[in-house]
C-alpha cells in the first residue's frame, strides 16, 4: 500500500489556501527504508511526504507543542484514536485541528521495507482499519475484521502462574533504562510534572535498578488504564524491548471488561476514571 | 608474523580470568546483545557487530552510590563507596574503547571522580577488532577505526581457528600468559570499509549554524526521551539524588540527560533551555564543537548507536552533512 | 578526614540561623574536621555545595570572607525541596560542605577603582563579601557606591548591616523597594532607574551586579548609556548544578560551565559566549 501522492496533493492544498501552518506526517528515514515524523511547512516540502505500511509512528502526540496553532496530521486509526482522547481530556481543540485520516491494512514490522507484508504483532488483533475521526479520508474504507479474540495476549499471560508473571516481570524491568522514551512518545502521557520527576513525596528516585523499574513501569500503566488507546508505540520505541504493550493492554481489557469502555472510540463519552458518579459501581463482583 | 592465540585458548584463558576478577563480555539478554558479567564462557557472544548499550556503565554505571551518611546517637559518619574487585572487559570494540578514552577527559580532569577513577585502574580491555562493520558505523570519520589498537590493553583479531593477539600495555601483558600465544604466519584481514562522514572542521561549521532556524526544525520531531545520551559511550550527563533508609542516607548518582525538558530547570522555576531546539542543539554542541574546544578531540566516536535507537531517526550523520552544507548556504 | 572524592563533603555543623528576610536566612556554618577547617580558604565570587542529608545538595554564593576568620556564612532562599529543609534545620544540625567552587571577583584588579554594588533581592548574596573587603581594606579602594533593592522593604537583604555601611568612609548606600510599606521612608524606585538617577561615572569604576535576569538586563542598559564598557560591568551566573566540577555537564552556558569558567563573568566576556540566555 502506497497513499503517499494521495497525502501529498492534500497536504499542498491545505497549505496553499492558508488552512494551516503545518502538516505533520512522514518522510523516508535515512536508511533508506523505514519511515520518520515529518513537518512540512512550505508547500514546496510537500514532495518529502510518503505514506505506507512502514509509517509506524503515532504523531498526535506533536500536537500538544502546537496547541494554538492550525495543524493538520495524518492518522491511522489507531493515531486518530489519541485524538479523540486528547480531545475528551480537553488538551487540544477540535477546530485546530486538520484530520487526513488513512485506511490502515497495518503497519510491517520494525527494520521492514513497504513490500515485506510481515505486520507487526500489535497490527494482527486490530479491530479498526478506519480511523475513528477525520476531516479527510484516504484509502477506501472496507468492513471491519472480525477479530474473535483482541487480547490473545493478555490471556496467554494470564494462563500463567503468578510466581510466573512475577519472575517474567521482574527480568523484563531490570532491562529497564529509564529513557522514559515511553512516557515521551505517549498521547496519553502529557503531565507538565510526571510522578517521576516529584521531590516531594519522592514517589520514585532517579534509581537505573529493580525496584524503582517496576514502579516507575506499573504506574505508569495504571495513569494509563481506561486512557490507553493501545497504538503500542511505547513498546516500539523501547530501546531495550520492553513488551509494555502487554501491561497497557492488560489494564485496558480490565476496563473494557468492568465498565465496557474502550478509549479513544469517540471524544464524548465520559471517561471511567476520570467521572465521578454518584451511583458507582462499588464492587467488582457486582 | 604475528602473535597468536587459538580459539581453545582463549576460551580456557577467558574462563581462567572468569575465576579472579568479574569478567564482563558481551551475552545474549532475550533478543539484546549486552555487556554483563559473565560466569560460563558459553555465554560470551562471539560473533556480533555491538552491543546495544555501550560498556561506558562498567566505568560509569547507570546508577552509582557516592556514599552513606549514618547518623547515631547525635553523630554523624560518612561512609564513602570504593570499588573493590578487579573487572576485564572482553569484546569491547576500538570505537568504544576510544569512547571510554574520551570519558576519561572531563571524568579525570582535576579533581579526578574518584569513583570512576577506581573503574577505570581496576578494569583490563580486552578488545575485538571489526571484521564486519554495521551499516550506521563511521568511526573512520570520527578519529578511529575497526582495526585501531589504542585504548586498549590486548586487541584480538579474528583469523581461522583463533585470533592474533597484540598485547598493548603492561597492563595486557600481565593479564594474558606468554605460554598461550604462538608466533604464526597470519596476518589481518582488512578492515571493514565505512561510509563517510564528513566531519573535517565540523566544529567550526557548528558554531557557524548555532544560531540557526535549523536545529528548531530539527526538533520538532525529537520526543526529548533519554535514549540517545543513554546507549552513547561517551555522553556524561548524571543526576545525583539522596535517599533515606532507617538511618542511612544513601546519595545516588544516576545517568540522566541533556534532551530532559527540565534538564536546566532552577527551583525558582526559571529555564535557560526551555525551547526543544536549544535542549536538540547542546547535545550536537556538546559533541562536536564545546568538547573539542574543551579538550582537542570529538565527543562522538561513530558507533552508530543512537542512529539506529532513536525512534525518530534523529541521524548524527546527516546533521554532520546538514551543518557543513549550512556554512556553504551562507556563504553563497 | 579529607575526602578524596570531590563529590563527598566535608561534614560542617550549623552554628546560627539568622532571619534576614521572611524567605530568607543566613547559615553560619563550621567545617568539623580542624585541619579542613583551617585550610578551607575562599574568596568573593565562590561557592559552595551545602547537602541536607538525605533530600540533597544545592549550590549557594558564599557571603562571609576567609580573611576574617569568623567561620562560612551562606544566605539561603527558600525556594524549593533542599532549600526548605534546610530552613527546617535548627542550630547544632549537621550538613555537609563542598567546595569552595568556581572563579572569583579579582578585587585585586579593583584596587584603586570606584566600586558600584548593584545587587536585588538573593542576587546580593555573592556580592557581599565584596562590600565587607572593601570596607575592611578601606585604603585599597576609592569610592563605594552600594545599591540595595527588593520587591518590599521586608524583602531588603543584610539589613543588620546597613547601619554600619552607611557610615563608612566614602561610602554611599541606596536602598530601594518596588513599593513601600507604611514605615517606609525610603526610594520607591526600580534598581536601574536608582543607576540611572545617580549618574554613576565609569571614570575609573567597576560595577558588579547580580539578580533577577530582568533586573540585570534593565540595569545593563542603563550601565552601558552611562558610559560602561562591557569589561567594566561584572556579574556573577547561576545555573542548575550537580557537581560543580565540570563533569555532569548541565551548568554550561555555551562551552563555559558556570561552576568552573565562571561564576563571575564580565558583561565582555559574556556577549563572547556562544550560547545566549
Given amino acids: 500500500m502506497d497513499f503517499s501522492e494521495e497525502i501529498r496533493s492534500k497536504a499542498k492544498e491545505l497549505l496553499e489556501s492558508g488552512t494551516v501552518d503545518c502538516i505533520i506526517g512522514y518522510e523516508r528515514a535515512t536508511d533508506g527504508v523505514v519511515a520518520r515524523p515529518l513537518f512540512v511547512y512550505q508547500p514546496s516540502n510537500v514532495d518529502r511526504l510518503i505514506f505506507d505500511q512502514t509509517c509506524a509512528h503515532n504523531l498526535t502526540k506533536y500536537l500538544l507543542n502546537r496547541k494554538d496553532k492550525a495543524t493538520a496530521i495524518v492518522v491511522k486509526p489507531c493515531d486518530s484514536r489519541a485524538i479523540n482522547l486528547l480531545i475528551n481530556e480537553s488538551q487540544i481543540q477540535r477546530d485546530k485541528v486538520s484530520i487526513i485520516g488513512v485506511v490502515c491494512p497495518g503497519i510491517v514490522k520494525a527494520g521492514l521495507d513497504n513490500t515485506s507484508g510481515e505486520l507487526q504483532d500489535a497490527c494482527l488483533t486490530c479491530q479498526q482499519h478506519t480511523p475513528v475521526l477525520y476531516d479527510f479520508l484516504v484509502g477506501e474504507p472496507a468492513s471491519e475484521p472480525d477479530v474473535p479474540d483482541a487480547y490473545p495476549d493478555v490471556s496467554g499471560m494470564e494462563d500463567k502462574s503468578a510466581g510466573e508473571r512475577r519472575a517474567f516481570w521482574e527480568e523484563q524491568f531490570s532491562r529497564c533504562i529509564r529513557c522514559y522514551a515511553c512516557r515521551q512518545v505517549c498521547p496519553g502521557c502529557y503531565c507538565l510534572e510526571c510522578f517521576v520527576e516529584r521531590l516531594d513525596p519522592m514517589w520514585v528516585g532517579i534509581r537505573i535498578a529493580p525496584g524503582e523499574n517496576e514502579v516507575w513501569n506499573t504506574i505508569r500503566a495504571f495513569h494509563l488504564a481506561g486512557r490507553c488507546i493501545d497504538c503500542n508505540e511505547c513498546e516500539r520505541v523501547c530501546p531495550v524491548n520492553i513488551p509494555l504493550s502487554l501491561l497497557n493492554r492488560k489494564l485496558g481489557k480490565e476496563v473494557e471488561e468492568l465498565f465496557n469502555f474502550q478509549a479513544g472510540i469517540d471524544a464524548e463519552t465520559p471517561m471511567p476514571f476520570s467521572t465521578f458518579d454518584k451511583e458507582e459501581k462499588l464492587g467488582i463482583s457486582e | ?332 | 578526614m579529607k575526602p578524596e572524592n570531590p563529590l563527598l563533603p566535608y561534614l560542617s555543623t550549623l552554628q546560627e540561623l539568622i532571619d534576614l528576610t521572611p524567605d530568607v536566612k543566613l547559615f553560619r556554618l563550621e567545617l568539623n574536621d580542624p585541619d579542613i577547617r583551617e585550610s578551607f580558604d575562599y574568596k568573593p565570587g565562590q561557592f559552595v555545595f551545602v547537602s541536607a542529608f538525605g533530600v540533597g545538595e544545592s549550590p549557594f554564593g558564599i557571603t562571609s570572607v576567609a580573611h576574617r576568620k569568623a567561620g562560612l556564612d551562606v544566605a539561603i532562599r527558600r525556594v524549593g525541596t533542599v532549600t526548605n529543609a534546610l530552613h527546617q534545620l535548627e542550630p547544632g544540625a549537621t550538613v555537609g560542605v563542598r567546595g569552595p567552587f568556581g572563579n572569583y571577583f579579582p578585587l585585586d584588579e579593583y584596587k584603586g577603582k570606584n566600586i558600584f554594588i548593584i545587587g536585588g533581592g538573593i542576587g546580593f548574596a555573592p556580592l557581599r563579601p565584596i562590600i565587607t573587603t572593601v570596607l575592611d581594606y578601606r585604603e585599597d579602594y576609592g569610592d563605594l557606591v552600594i545599591i540595595n533593592g527588593a520587591r518590599s522593604p521586608q524583602d531588603l537583604v543584610f539589613a543588620p548591616e546597613f547601619d554600619a555601611w552607611a557610615a563608612s568612609p566614602k561610602t554611599k548606600l541606596e536602598l530601594t523597594v518596588d513599593a513601600g510599606d507604611e514605615k517606609w521612608t525610603g526610594k520607591v524606585a526600580l534598581i536601574p532607574s536608582v543607576v540611572s538617577e545617580l549618574k554613576l561615572s565609569p571614570q575609573n569604576a567597576i560595577a558588579i551586579t547580580c539578580g533577577p535576569p530582568i533586573m540585570i538586563h534593565f540595569t545593563l542598559i542603563e550601565l552601558r548609556k552611562l558610559g560602561f564598557a562591557d569589561n567594566q560591568i561584572i556579574t556573577t551566573l547561576e545555573g542548575k548544578m550537580k557537581c560543580g566540577l565540570g563533569k555532569c555537564a548541565r551548568c554550561n552556558v555555551g562551552e563555559k560551565y558556570i561552576c568552573k569558567d565562571g561564576p563571575v563573568f564580565s558583561m565582555e566576556q559574556i556577549s563572547q559566549l556562544i550560547e545566549q540566555f
Fill in chain 2, 1 to 332: 608474523m604475528s602473535e597468536f592465540i587459538s580459539k581453545q585458548d582463549l576460551l580456557t584463558w577467558l574462563g581462567q580470568l572468569m575465576g579472579e576478577r568479574n569478567l564482563v563480555a558481551p551475552t545474549r539478554v532475550d533478543d539484546l546483545l549486552l555487556f554483563r558479567k559473565v560466569d560460563r564462557v558459553e555465554d560470551i557472544v562471539f560473533d556480533f557487530d555491538n552491543t546495544t548499550m555501550s560498556p561506558k556503565e562498567w566505568f560509569y554505571p547507570s546508577s552509582e552510590t557516592l556514599f552513606y551518611v549514618e547518623q547515631k546517637d547525635g553523630q554523624t559518619e560518612l561512609i564513602p563507596a570504593a570499588i573493590e574487585k578487579e573487572t576485564a572487559i572482553f569484546g569491547i570494540r576500538p570505537c568504544d574503547a576510544q569512547g571510554m578514552a574520551m570519558n576519561d577527559y572531563p571524568f579525570l580532569e582535576e579533581p579526578a571522580d574518584a569513583l570512576y577513577m577506581q573503574h577505570r585502574d581496576k578494569t583490563a580491555l580486552i578488545g575485538l577488532a571489526c571484521i564486519t562493520a554495521c551499516p550506521e558505523c563511521f568511526c573512520t570519520s570520527m578519529g578511529c577505526g575497526p582495526h585501531d589498537p589504542a585504548n586498549v590493553d590486548i586487541l584480538l583479531t579474528e583469523v581461522t581457528d583463533g585470533y592474533i593477539a597484540q598485547v598493548l600495555t603492561d597492563k595486557g601483558k600481565t593479564l594474558l600468559p606468554d605460554n598461550l600465544l604462538t608466533t604464526a604466519d597470519v596476518s589481518s584481514p582488512p578492515a571493514p570499509v565505512l561510509s563517510e562522514v564528513p566531519s573535517d572542521g565540523i566544529a567550526e561549521k557548528m558554531r557557524q549554524a548555532f544560531d540557526e532556524p535549523f536545529w528548531d526544525r530539527l526538533a520538532d520531531r525529537c520526543i526529548h526521551c533519554n535514549i540517545c545520551s543513554y546507549v552513547c559511550p561517551t555522553c556524561y550527563c548524571f543526576d545525583v539524588r539522596d535517599y533515606t533508609d532507617k538511618e542511612r542516607i544513601e546519595r545516588v548518582r544516576s545517568w540522566e540527560s541533556c534532551q530532559s525538558p527540565g534538564f536546566t530547570r532552577l527551583a525558582g522555576g526559571h529555564d535557560p533551555r526551555s525551547t526543544k531546539g536549544s535542549r536538540l542543539r547542546q547535545r550536537f554542541s556538546h559533541k562536536l564543537l564545546y568538547f573539542p574546544r574543551q579538550f582537542g578531540a570529538l565527543g562522538c566516536i561513530g558507533c552508530g548507536r543512537c542512529v539506529r535507537a532513536c525512534p525518530v531517526n534523529i541521524d548524527i550523520r546527516e546533521i554532520i552533512k546538514d551543518v557543513q552544507q549550512l556554512g556553504v548556504k551562507s556563504e553563497a
